[in-house]
């Protein structure tokens, strides 16, 4: 079914990731803008995406990329006006594309007005309730209320003047919202509905596992925390309290038809992201353990079945992303040995990396469900390893002990000409320099061009829409004759291969050539030989 045309759009969408920043900029000042973001409005068109998801664009410090909220309500002024989130709002939908915007409830920025209130009232103060502020330990209270460390590293609290001290997952300017208080639910449903009224789609909710904390916040007890997003069992991440809120959010949508809720929940399994995506909460929750799965055919079956085996029982389709704004692009993950992790440092094979990112992506696009797409994926970008520590914007990377803190190797302006002081970004420069060689992987480089890797997502794109087996769903057929190494299952008229090891494999051809993540792929005497690290699509 046609996303743009179902009720439930978002059951087979494509949601493409913008990152403002770095999207397009307007005026020249090297940084994205939303008028930016409008004027390439109909390259998302006709690249065949439903939906385009946008990175915080609020009122910000930006000490953390625009996920420190100063104001809910405004745009930031970097970004622009309300009248041009307006108006960016009108032309997508003119176009046919939704808009997904991030919220983010689990902490604010130290500089909302009611973090700065708290501050100016003192302890005990009504305020104060808004947070998490606690005396310290220690015969002076000088040691933090307890062991929890930031996922950026260091303690997850800081002291004020005052002696208190203020808990903080993330960067010390994120100060969490304590969800206990009646004022802060009661605010960000009215935060929902302002944006609802403005003609918002939906909402992907940043950090949705963390909002609600184990009764008394109590010590992990070990040294050793995991500075992941999810992946272990912590006393402030996925507590069965969120649920209760995101119920209640999902009343607000009754007055609003065909808006969804996604996800961004770090879970220890996938199991547990399915409670997120109940019939009576969100619609979607982000799947990182497909995104952090090796290039392996029997890891990437595995995680494929789990996958939808979670979702099946709750009526939610599955989700598939491989890059995001918090990772080091896939074209430079497939080009490192596995288990180097999602921050990484090397830039690792080039063209290994951009094959299996290819392939990966073909794969992707096959599964049932919905996809998301990182902004400049189309494009084949790979991070951008070797930026001068003195350019870096990432908090992490200036705090020991936490993520890695090289994530502005995805953030990197995308580029849009040959050739520019930006490659056509904007009129001026960027805010983080670009390569040299991005001029060749620009859009105007790869548009028409045989074999780019552009071209190939728009390929991939339309038959999606145009091919049933594709898109809504939930299971696969697999063929489990299958050569080793070699993954292949059909949907409904469709069968997709992938061949995941480096050498060409023969197979019994299933149907007709739809496309192929490396170009033609003969068919002789009903026989094909996939090439090594090679996606193709089939009609039955």
Same mark, same amino acid.
């Given at each position: !079914? ?112 009611? @973090? ?10 009504? !305020? ?105 069992? !912590?006393? @402030? ?10 119920? &209640?959010?999902? &009343? ?14 770090? &879970?220890?399994? +996938? ?7 109940? *019939? ?30 979670? !979702? ?8 598939? +992303? ?197 170009? *033609? ?20």
């Amino acid at each position: !079914m046609n996303s743009r045309m179902s009720s439930e759009w978002w059951r087979d969408a494509v949601i493409y990731q913008v990152y403002p920043r770095s999207f397009a900029d307007s005026d020249g000042d090297g940084t994205g803008d939303l008028p930016g973001i409008r004027s390439r409005l109909p390259y998302l068109r006709d690249l065949g995406v439903d939906a385009v998801w946008l990175s915080p664009f609020y009122d910000s410090p930006q000490a953390d990329g625009g996920y420190d909220v100063a104001d809910y309500r405004a745009v930031d002024p970097r970004y622009g006006t309300l009248d041009d989130a307006r108006a960016l709002i009108s032309s997508a939908h003119e176009l046919g594309l939704k808009i997904v915007a991030d919220i983010v409830p689990n902490h604010s920025s130290d500089q909302h007005e009611w @973090f700065q209130q708290a501050l100016a009232e003192g302890p005990g103060s009504p !305020m104060r309730s808004r947070y998490h502020f606690l005396p310290g330990l220690g015969e002076h209270g000088e040691e933090p209320p307890n062991d929890w460390d930031s996922i950026f590293g260091g303690p997850a609290w800081t002291r004020v003047p005052d002696g208190e001290w203020y808990l903080h997952l993330f960067a010390p300017e994120q100060p969490d919202f304590n969800w206990n208080s009646p004022e802060v639910a009661a605010e960000f449903l009215d935060i929902l509905r302002f944006w609802l009224d403005l003609g918002i789609d939906g909402f992907r909710i940043d950090v949705a596992h963390g909002l609600v904390k184990a009764e008394g916040l109590p010590s992990i007890g070990h040294a050793e925390q995991l500075h992941l997003l999810g992946n272990d069992e !912590m006393p @402030f991440f996925d507590q069965d309290g969120v649920h209760d809120i995101y119920r &209640t959010w999902r &009343t607000v949508l009754e007055d609003y038809p065909d808006r969804i809720f996604v996800a961004e929940a770090w &879970t220890p399994t +996938v199991a547990r992201s399915a409670n997120y995506v109940r *019939p009576d909460e969100l619609h979607q929750a982000f799947n990182f353990e497909y995104l952090d799965t090796a290039w392996d055919a029997a890891a990437l079956r595995k995680v494929i079945d789990s996958s939808l085996d979670a !979702m099946r029982p709750v009526g939610a389709p599955a989700t598939w +992303v491989l890059s995001n704004h918090d990772v080091t692009r896939h074209a430079t993950r497939f080009a490192n040995p596995p288990g180097s992790g999602t921050q990484i440092r090397t830039p690792g094979d080039r063209e290994l990396g951009l094959r299996r990112a290819r392939a990966a992506t073909l794969l992707m696009l096959a599964l049932p469900g919905s996809a998301y797409v990182y902004q400049g994926e189309e494009l084949g970008l790979p991070d951008v390893t070797d930026l001068p520590d003195e350019v870096r914007q990432d908090p992490s990377f200036h705090r020991a002990s936490g993520q890695d803190g090289f994530r502005d190797g995805c953030r990197v302006p995308i580029p849009w000409s040959r050739s520019g002081p930006s490659y056509d970004f904007g009129d001026g420069g960027s805010w983080l320099p670009q390569p040299s060689t991005w001029g060749d992987l620009s859009v105007e480089a790869q548009t028409s061009a045989d074999g780019s890797t552009l071209e190939l997502y728009r390929s991939a794109l339309t038959i999606r829409r145009e091919t049933p087996g594709l898109g809504a769903g939930d299971a696969v057929t697999w063929h489990d004759e299958a050569p080793a190494g070699v993954l292949w299952f059909e949907r409904h008229g469709f069968a997709c291969t992938v061949n995941t090891t480096k050498e060409p494999v023969r197979i019994t051809a299933p149907g007709d050539v739809l496309l192929s993540s490396l170009g *033609p792929v003969p068919v002789t005497d009903g026989s094909a030989d996939l090439p090594g690290d090679t996606t193709v699509w089939w009609e039955l």
